[in-house]
């Protein structure tokens, strides 16, 4: 049973910092390209940031680039998400994600397991 669980999340002032943790088990992580995506209420999900299956390759959404920095440790099972320079628009459910085969990234449905998601809160 593949389980993906996220931590980290919670309230924050803007301009502050998080770090999210997506710690995986059931599957074999290393082979698996990891995502981040964000729904804020009344919104559609949307993409954040994703990481190849060796670490080597990372992407980025616009509204995020240069503030947010995705990492894995595969030897742990985890993915991070380090969030610096919050801003009330970041606010939203965080989910991990994990991608069997490699493609598009940034789309949602071409991953193959979720986690519950946490919640980030940024205050003004």
């Known amino acids: 049973q593949v389980q993906l669980v996220e931590s980290g999340g919670g309230l924050v002032q803007a301009g502050g910092s998080l770090r999210l943790s997506c710690e995986a088990s059931?599957?074999?992580?290393?082979?698996?390209?990891m995502g981040w995506f964000r729904q804020a209420p009344g919104k559609e999900r949307e993409f954040v940031s994703a990481i190849s299956w060796s670490g080597g390759s990372t992407y980025y959404a616009d509204s995020v680039k240069g503030r947010f920095t995705i990492s894995r440790v595969n030897a742990k099972n985890t993915v991070y998400l380090q969030m610096n320079s919050l801003k009330p628009e970041d606010t939203a459910v965080y989910y991990c994600?994990?991608?069997?085969?490699?493609?598009?990234?940034?789309?949602?449905?071409?991953?193959?397991?979720w986690g519950q998601g946490t919640q980030v809160t940024v205050s003004s």
């Open positions: 994600a994990a991608q069997r085969r490699p493609g598009k990234q940034r789309v949602g449905d071409e991953y193959d397991y």
């Open positions: 059931g599957l074999t992580f290393s082979s698996y390209d």
